[in-house]
């Protein structure tokens, strides 16, 4: 069955720079959009960066210049290098299949932004 | 950038009742590409509706959506225990893909 794996998330310091990872299983990689979402504490959903099976990528805003999203689908994974790292970048991140809606998302992955 | 705004922000109910969600877009939804998703407590989102009123894979029909350019509703017929949750709409017509803020569905 289809199951996505995010993992990376961890405790950093403002400014400081993490790379999350997303595994996928179940279905071919190349064969979707991709995208990361998150969700601060106690919050809603925010949309933060996509990739289509093209490589055509998109970012929110908010993480524009700052993240990096990319794919290897030889190994069926999906990443997001974060950069310049913000409070206000901490959040629960997850992994989402989309063609069209958001079909398939992994367990999420915490990121926690503090000195 | 389409913003989504879901009312009430909580809805008191009782298990067996109805509950009539809404969502309103600051502009028309390109080809009604409007989704409903519910998440639990410390779950992440579960895909309930896509197309404005298409059931996903094995969603009860209990859940149904309707709605169209700017006005959306998703209406849960019966509650039961499981359905008292966090329910969200998201737009993917146009980029950026945006939700609202959420209605909690809470027990009375």
């Known amino acids: 069955q289809v199951q996505l794996v995010e993992s990376g998330g961890d405790l950093v310091k403002p400014g400081g720079s993490l790379r999350l990872s997303c595994a996928a299983s179940g279905f071919a990689l190349s064969d979707y959009y991709m995208n990361w979402i998150r969700q601060a504490p106690g919050k809603g959903l925010e949309w933060v960066s996509h990739i289509s099976g093209s490589y055509d990528i998109y970012y929110a805003d908010s993480v524009k210049g700052r993240f990096t999203i990319s794919r290897d689908n030889t190994k069926n994974s999906l990443y997001l290098e974060m950069n310049s790292l913000r409070a206000d970048d901490t959040a629960v991140y997850y992994c989402?299949?989309?063609?069209?809606?958001?079909?398939?998302w992994g367990q999420g992955t915490l990121v926690t932004v503090s000195s | 950038e389409i913003v989504l705004t879901q009312s009430p922000g909580t809805l008191y109910l009782s298990p067996g009742e109805r509950a009539t969600l809404s969502c309103r877009a600051s502009?028309?939804?390109?080809?009604?590409?409007l989704a409903w998703y519910q998440q639990q407590p410390g779950q992440a989102p579960r895909l309930l509706i896509f197309?404005?009123?298409s059931r996903a894979t094995g969603i009860p029909d209990s859940f149904s959506g309707s709605g169209s350019g700017t006005d959306f509703t998703l209406t849960i017929s019966r509650l039961e225990p499981e359905d008292f949750a966090v329910y969200y709409c998201q737009q993917y017509g146009s980029s950026p893909w945006t939700f609202g803020q959420g209605t909690k569905v809470e027990i009375k």
């Open positions: 197309g404005a009123s």
């Open positions: 989402a299949r989309n063609w069209g809606s958001f079909d398939s």
């Open positions: 502009q028309s939804v390109s080809s009604n590409y």
